[in-house]
């Protein structure tokens, strides 16, 4: 790789928090070269990587807003108003999130928003990205980084000056980190993992429940949530345990997923044409929490978004959060200049308890949603709460 330039900033990782990160360092005037490791998803038919449609809030448009890209974002949003509960016997309760009318959250495609960061990183001028480039070690005595080109599996160098970790949970920057400092570095899985399933358009080309919720149907150690996308389907996302009675071990042919469905989501099942052949096909995601501490080196690297936190999606807060992160570096940007050591320090400060809160949160939502959404007390208790 010929690298004239030295840029001011390396970024690896350019997911949903490199790419608003790249843009809104490129709109302070840096330099960014962003390294990531899949093809350009925008020439290239990729999955867009984990949950194909994710939900949008407050804490996430702010950046969003920040970086002048909410005209844009948009359109590619389906408004969620509340989530509405299925019973098993197919009754449906909407539980609103507010009574105000902005009182929402959207429902949003991740490769469509990925893409429109990628763009308007790129429109800056100042941001280039290197796609099928896996980091593969970060040496901070020469300041380089190893690269290995995904499709052809060579091996080249670049030097940065400052790095991101943008590079998601299990980020090859925060490895790097951690094995230069004291490091704290706890990965906890959930134990609970979850399938992606698709609800189609109707023939007539309408969606098939209510478009403007979330759905929910909470059976206890277990659920299925699906939220709306612009196309009219839903992605449904089946969260289940990974062993025991109920779970991805035991459910294992087309009969018993035919006769689980049938018991605990019957309403769901003539919306669901290819659920064998989706159960069967689709990867199984597996859930964790990483929790790391420091999320900076010196005054060269700091940790953004998953890579310093990754947390289950029961929030729907992961994004969100990472937004925030990237937002917040900036502000210290505008405090402290060119102090980096700062920056990067008074960032990872900034951001690590609510880190923490939110992954914390995120587990007790997996319990509430599942297990105690459908009880009365809890109902009251949220009615006037967001997610
Ligand atoms: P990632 O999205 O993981 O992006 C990291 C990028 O770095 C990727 O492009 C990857 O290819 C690249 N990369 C990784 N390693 C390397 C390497 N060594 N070298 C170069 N590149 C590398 N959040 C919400 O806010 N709302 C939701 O509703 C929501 N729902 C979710 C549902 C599910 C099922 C899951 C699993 C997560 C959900 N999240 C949600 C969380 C959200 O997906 C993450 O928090 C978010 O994607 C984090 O963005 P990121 O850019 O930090 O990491």
Redesign the pocket.
């Known amino acids: 790789m010929n690298n004239n330039i030295t840029p001011s900033i390396t970024l690896?990782?350019?997911?949903?928090?490199?790419s608003l990160s790249a843009l809104l360092l490129a709109q302070r005037g840096f330099q960014v070269d962003v390294?990531?490791?899949?093809a350009d998803m925008r020439l290239a038919d990729i999955s867009a990587?984990?949950?194909i449609?994710?939900?949008?809030?407050n804490r996430?448009i702010f950046p969003l807003q920040q970086a002048g890209l909410m005209e844009q974002v948009k359109p590619l949003l389906t408004e969620m108003k509340g989530r509405m509960i299925h019973d098993t016997n197919g009754d449906c309760h909407l539980h609103p999130y507010g009574q105000k009318a902005h009182e929402v959250i959207y429902s949003v495609s991740?490769g469509d928003l990925n893409k429109l960061c990628l763009d308007a990183a790129e429109a800056t001028g100042k941001v280039r990205f290197f796609f099928n480039?896996?980091?593969?070690k970060v040496d901070f005595a020469t300041n380089t980084i190893e690269?290995e080109h995904s499709e052809t599996g060579s091996i080249s160098e670049t030097t940065f000056t400052r790095i991101l970790g943008?590079?998601?949970?299990?980020?090859?920057v925060r490895e790097a980190i951690h094995q230069n400092t004291s490091n704290y570095h706890k990965i906890e899985p959930l134990g609970h993992s979850?399938k992606?399933l698709t609800i189609p358009p109707s023939t007539n080309g309408d969606f098939q429940m209510e478009p403007y919720a979330l759905h929910i149907w909470p059976r206890g150690g277990f659920m299925v949530i699906a939220?709306p996308n612009r196309d009219k389907s839903f992605t449904v996302?089946l969260f289940m345990p990974n062993t025991g009675p109920v779970s991805f071990e035991s459910i294992d042919s087309e009969s018993k997923v035919k006769s689980f469905f049938e018991k605990e989501f019957p309403d769901a099942i003539p919306l669901l044409p290819n659920l064998m052949e989706e159960f069967f096909q689709n990867p199984t995601?597996h859930?964790a929490t990483v929790r790391c501490s420091p999320w900076h080196y010196k005054d060269r690297a700091l940790l953004?978004?998953?890579?310093a936190h990754?947390?289950v999606?029961f929030h729907?807060?992961?994004?969100?959060?990472?937004f925030e992160d990237a937002w917040e570096l900036i502000e210290q940007i505008d405090k402290h200049e060119n102090d980096w050591e700062a920056i990067f320090k008074d960032t990872a400060e900034a951001r690590f308890d609510n880190g923490n809160a939110i992954a914390d949160m995120a587990i007790e939502n997996y319990i509430e949603m599942r297990d105690s959404v459908n009880d009365p007390v809890f109902i009251l208790k949220k009615s006037l709460s967001f997610e």
Request: aromatic content about 4%; charged content about 15%; some cysteine.
């Open positions: 690896v990782g350019g997911g949903l928090v490199g390294y990531e490791r899949r990587g984990r949950s449609n994710l939900a949008l809030a996430g991740r480039q896996r980091c593969t690269l943008t590079d998601g949970s299990a980020s090859a979850y992606e939220l996302t995601g859930l953004l978004g998953d890579a990754a947390i999606p729907g807060q992961g994004m969100n959060c990472g």
